[in-house]
């Protein structure tokens, strides 16, 4: 069985960082993109950062560079994100999600991926 769990939400004060990690289990995703989307409460679900398995083949929402940085460990099946200077608007359920492995695009449509774990929510309290 497939899965994909977050871990390291949580409530932090604005200025403040946080690494958010995913553990893949169930089969290898050192192929395949990976990424991670974000849904505030009322929101659509938006892209946040990607993957692919080369090195530094990385890709970010724009209003994020800077602050965010998106990494992965193929060997040990995880993915993290680094995220810096959080900001009240940052606010979220995070997930992490990865495409097929026959896919090897980086898009920012959350539809194009198929594999999801069940988000780690982040709060921000200015």
């Known amino acids: 069985q497939v899965q994909l769990v977050e871990s390291g939400g949580g409530l932090v004060q604005a200025g403040d960082s946080l690494r958010l990690s995913c553990a893949a289990s169930g089969r290898t995703f050192s192929r395949n993109i990976m990424g991670w989307f974000r849904q505030a409460p009322g929101k659509e679900r938006e892209f946040v950062a990607a993957s692919r398995w080369t090195p530094g083949s990385l890709y970010y929402a724009d209003s994020l560079k800077g602050r965010f940085t998106i990494s992965r460990n193929n060997a040990k099946n995880t993915l993290n994100l680094q995220m810096n200077s959080l900001k009240s608007e940052d606010t979220a359920v995070y997930y992490c999600?990865?495409?097929?492995?026959?896919?090897?695009?980086?898009?920012?449509?959350?539809?194009?991926?198929?594999?999801w774990g069940q988000g780690t929510p982040v709060t921000v309290s200015s």
């Open positions: 999600a990865a495409r097929s492995e026959s896919r090897t695009v980086i898009t920012t449509r959350w539809r194009d991926y198929a594999y």
